[in-house]
């Protein structure tokens, strides 16, 4: 049988180790070939038959190596260096929802956190939640978006893998449903490409409780993957977009390898490929590349 596919596992290197003998038991369970080591102790890629009747489901190896933190991905063989990355950024670039941290600093963190929460879980419309949201922010100092800013914090890996894709000439996009304010600073600590996001207006250095027109949703992340395929004169399987919420599904489904990033549950039900435990190098694994390869986050 051909091993037209790949089967990546990766390990939260903080928490475990990859041993060899999860490399045989992922061999064994889809009768594939001989393990290819890209991390010692945290990645490695097993060649796989393409999935087939009578072969283990990913979440059936879920269930078997998600308890010890291990995460497992399934790749076409042919192709799985990716041209274009497209991501999103809160809750997966950086760790933190930064209007969630801008509402914390206003003294109104919990009414707009419940918001963000059932937006991202796609309980309500993504748009009018924003603009729900933002209401709340009327008559605040623009000053307090700075604050938030310095409790940003990049999630592991992120650096990494947008300079590891942009060595090998991919194009690198980090579109938010959040602010142009986070999107340009995160854009330059990371690296890519572009950024697109949401503006925030402001007039005399108060937030006015406004976001100007038209709302960048889940249409407009999805128009943001195809445009820029279709710039670079990229097939769609050779794109690869990353997010964890509903807003991201869109552009998840539509590229070429989609990830769940740490998503919610909507986006974990819907997306074949989550990384649930380990971090962003995740990404890169699931490219084929080898930790020795990774351009450094330094």
């Known amino acids: 049988m051909s091993l037209s596919h790949t089967i990546t596992l990766v390990a939260r290197r903080d928490a475990t180790t990859l041993t060899d003998a999860d490399a045989r038991a992922a061999r064994d369970m889809v009768k594939g070939g001989v393990p ?28 078997v190596f998600g308890p010890r933190q291990i995460d497992v991905l399934l790749t076409r063989s042919r192709g799985r260096r990716k041209g274009l990355l497209v991501a999103d950024m809160d809750s997966t670039i950086v760790a933190n929802e930064t209007l969630d941290d801008l509402a914390a600093h206003a003294g109104i963190g919990e009414r707009i956190a419940e918001i963000t929460r059932r937006s991202m879980n796609g309980e309500i419309d993504f748009a009018a939640a924003l603009r729900e ?33 942009r060595a090998r000439n991919a194009r690198t996009a980090l579109v938010s449903g959040g602010f142009t304010f986070f999107t340009s600073r995160v854009a330059a600590l990371c690296g890519f490409t572009e ?9 005399k250095g108060i937030l006015t409780g406004t976001v100007g027109e038209p709302i960048l949703g889940p249409d407009t992340k999805l128009a943001h993957l195809r445009r820029l395929a279709e710039d670079g004169r990229l097939k769609p399987a050779a794109t690869m977009a990353v997010g964890d919420g509903a807003n991201d599904l869109a552009m ?47």
Do not use: C
Request: no cysteine.
């Open 36 to 63: 290819v080591i890209l991390s010692p102790g945290e990645a490695v890629d097993i060649p796989s038959p393409a999935p087939h009747s009578g072969m283990p489901t990913l979440d059936t190896m879920r269930a």
């Open 252 to 298: 998840l489904k539509d590229a070429g390898l989609g990830i769940a990033f740490h998503a919610k549950p909507i986006v974990r039900a819907a997306i074949g490929n989550r990384v649930e435990h380990a971090s962003l190098r995740a990404l890169l694994f699931a490219q084929g590349y080898p930790a020795t390869s990774f351009v450094s986050e330094d």
């Open 133 to 165: 949201r933002v209401s709340l922010l009327a008559g605040l100092p623009a000053t307090l978006l700075e604050t938030a800013w310095n409790d940003v914090r990049l999630n592991e890996g992120a650096r990494e893998l947008v300079a590891t894709m």
């Open 195 to 203: 950024h697109h996001a949401n503006v925030l207006e402001i007039q």
